[in-house]
């Protein structure tokens, strides 16, 4: 199962991707946790996506393109992944199908009002990599796993803004996929359980 998660920021293709993952037993390959590493360890990539980020800006696709060629030739990819986050423009879109051939392109929307109510409340575990509400916190840790919790740089709200109004969905990616007939559209204002019920039920329709 190749499946491609877009959306909003903050939509919860993160949170999607997780869940289809665990039940499928496939690959989650995140290109904003890759930059994310990359810029924890300070590489060369991670130094160059970080201006871009911290601006709420997309990352050039002379970045990107590479990172997620280089990831599906890995052994893990074999059996599936979801690409969360991945592509975001035409360009990528193009890019990733003569990479490979997927199943369904699973549009996760959510309005702007609650996206920004969402991230502005986001943790992420450092363990786990979970991303969670403040309120879900035990005791301050990662109801998951007990993991240390940290607030995403960009997650400041001002970065917040930049990124909604940098990073809407074009039309034309939107079109990309419909034209294949892979395109499908979900909100995710409902619980994430809720959300994944309306994931599986599309999922589920994939033939292997
Ligand atoms: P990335 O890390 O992908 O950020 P994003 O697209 O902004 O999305 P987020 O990770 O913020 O949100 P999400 O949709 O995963 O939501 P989540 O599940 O966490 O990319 C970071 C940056 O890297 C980009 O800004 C860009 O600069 C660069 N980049 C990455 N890919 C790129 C590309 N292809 N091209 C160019 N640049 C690229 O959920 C959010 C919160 O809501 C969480 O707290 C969660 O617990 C909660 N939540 C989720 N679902 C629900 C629900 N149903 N009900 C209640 N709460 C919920
Ligand atoms: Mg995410």
Known sequence: MKIVLLGPPGSGKGTQ????????DISH???GDIFRTNIANGTALGKKAKE?????????????????????????????????GFPRVRTQAEALSKMTQIDK???????DEEIINRLS???M???????????????GYCEKCGGEVYTRADDAPEVIKQRLIKQKLPQD?????????????????????????LVDSILSGIKE
């Open 17 to 24: 991707a997780n869940l289809i993952c665990k039940k499928y």
């Open 29 to 31: 390959i995140s290109t």
């Open 52 to 84: 871009y980020i911290d601006a709420g800006s997309l990352v050039p696709d002379e970045l990107t393109i590479k990172i997620v060629e280089d990831r599906l030739k890995q052994d893990d990819c074999k059996n599936g992944f979801v690409l969360d």
């Open 105 to 111: 392109a699973i549009m996760i929307d959510l309005d």
């Open 121 to 123: 409340k986001r943790r």
């Open 125 to 139: 575990c450092r363990k786990c990599g979970n991303p969670t509400h403040l309120d879900n916190l035990i005791n």
């Open 173 to 197: 990616v939107v079109d990309f996929y419909k034209d294949l007939g892979l395109f499908e559209k979900i909100n995710s204002t409902n619980s994430m359980e809720e959300t994944f019920k």
